[in-house]
């Protein structure tokens, strides 16, 4: 099992090398979020990696590719995921659910 500081030392490589040493880390009252940069509303918050333990946040944050945690992305409004192109308001999938 990797030990929590492992972890902060993945996080802390990971946020200097593509974010300017920024990682945003929160508890929240039954979970944790990871999100590289700093958050720039709700949906940044809402869409950040969780995980019922810091740990399994980490891991999923570390997982994921660099791109989607960029500010000024544009994010489906109902799941989360970063959107190409970005003049969309929801991805393809959650665009199909919506016609149903």
């Known amino acids: 099992m990797i030990e929590y ?7 802390e490589r990971v946020a200097n090398e593509h974010f300017g040493g920024h990682v ?3 508890k929240f009252t039954t979970n ?11 949906g940044d918050i ?6 019922k333990t810091f740990q ?3 891991e999923k944050a570390l997982a994921t590719d ?5 500010t000024g992305s544009s994010r489906c409004e109902f799941c989360g ?3 190409h192109p970005a003049d ?6 959650c665009r199909k659910s919506l016609l149903k």
Do not use: H, K
């Open 46 to 51: 809402q869409a950040a990696p969780v995980g």
């Open 66 to 70: 660099p791109a989607y945690f960029r």
């Open 81 to 83: 995921v970063t959107l």
């Open 5 to 11: 500081d492992e972890y902060m030392t993945n996080l």
């Open 24 to 26: 945003t880390i929160m």
């Open 88 to 93: 969309n308001y929801a991805c393809d999938q």
């Open 56 to 58: 399994a946040a980490a």
């Open 32 to 42: 944790w979020r990871v999100w590289f940069g700093t958050p720039s509303d709700r």
